[in-house]
């Protein structure tokens, strides 16, 4: 449980990634729902343009944060990569028409900002927003697919620094360096320490999500991130093992089960395969309460 809540009274931000299909939104709504029940005010978070938060908690979702209705706790907002790279690129070429750059420059900084690299920045760029508010005591961000997580990761410094050498004309690299690390340091410190943020990658027990997931994790690693959690989705309980097909997947799944324990080295959460779909508070209360009872318990 130490690895979800807040630690001596800081906000904790869980970080649920994956390739696509694999179940994150699932997994975040049963976390977040759970956290708000446990008492913390809990803000539920997406940049997936595909994740249907909505659908899952039953309630609408919109681009700020608004309270679910019947969990006055629980607060939820979908950033719009789209929408937030508006606001992003606005922002950014005003800044340079304020600090006199001609138009040429402008035409060449609104260029670079074309680049597909500026959605996931202002995507980053609104979390650190959010994520900084002190508002909430827990975060919940149900990530985009893995790569687009990884790169949202490996963006900001980098990016950050050539857009402020291009805005502010006397702005070197080294000074544009400590700008970038400013804005961005806090909450790369934060994802790297393990008392702050869990980054839990969620997969099915099978060869391609559990080597994708593991890739990843190694990434995250080199950029001193740990993996705090394993999520297994659509677990067939040795119960419904009946027949001899849901028997050989069980079998199955066993197996790929044991190899996630060895790969990740971290406590393994199970979500079992359910006969209907995920969505609203009761079957999320009780998806949460099988999840975290398991962690209590580990």
């Given at each position: 449980m130490a690895r979800i809540v807040p630690s001596d009274g800081r906000q904790r931000t869980v970080f649920f990634a994956g390739k696509g299909?694999?179940?994150?939104?699932?997994?975040?709504?049963a976390t977040a729902v759970w956290l708000a029940q446990q008492g913390w005010r809990t803000l539920l978070l997406t940049t997936d343009p595909a994740a249907h938060l909505g659908n899952?908690?039953?309630?609408?979702?919109?681009?700020?944060?608004?309270?679910?209705?019947?969990?006055?706790?629980?607060?939820?907002?979908?950033?719009?990569?789209?929408?937030?790279?508006?606001?992003y690129k606005k922002r950014i070429l005003d800044e340079a028409r304020a600090h006199g750059r001609p138009e040429k420059a402008i035409?060449?900084?609104?260029?670079?900002?074309?680049?597909?690299?500026t959605e996931e920045m202002a995507a980053f760029d609104r979390f650190i927003e959010f994520a900084s508010a002190g508002a909430w005591q827990t975060v919940v961000f149900d990530t985009a697919p893995t790569g687009h997580t990884l790169r949202m990761l490996e963006l900001p410094v980098e990016w950050s620094k050539q857009i402020d050498v291009k805005v502010f004309s006397s702005v070197d690299t080294a000074v544009a360096d400590d700008v970038a690390k400013q804005r961005f340091g806090d909450v790369i410190e934060m994802m790297r320490d393990p008392q702050r943020s869990t980054f839990a990658f969620v997969m099915y027990p099978e060869s391609t999500p559990i080597v994708e997931a593991h890739r990843a994790?190694?990434?995250?690693?080199?950029?001193?991130?740990?993996?705090?959690?394993?999520?297994?989705?659509?677990?067939?309980?040795?119960?419904?093992?009946?027949?001899?097909?849901?028997?050989a997947r069980h079998v199955m799944q066993q197996h790929y089960l044991a190899e996630i324990q060895a790969r990740f080295a971290v406590p393994l959460l199970t979500i079992p395969l359910l006969p209907e779909e995920v969505q609203g508070l009761p079957l999320l209360t009780e998806l949460g309460q099988q999840m975290y009872g398991q962690l209590v318990l580990a």
């Open positions: 299909g694999v179940g994150k939104t699932v997994a975040s709504c899952v908690l039953g309630a609408p979702v919109g681009d700020e944060p608004h309270p679910l209705p019947g969990l006055p706790n629980l607060w939820v907002v979908k950033i719009d990569p789209k929408a937030a790279a508006e606001v035409a060449v900084i609104a260029e670079e900002l074309d680049s597909p690299c994790s190694l990434e995250l690693a080199t950029l001193g991130i740990p993996t705090g959690l394993a999520v297994a989705n659509f677990v067939i309980p040795a119960e419904q093992a009946d027949t001899p097909f849901t028997h």
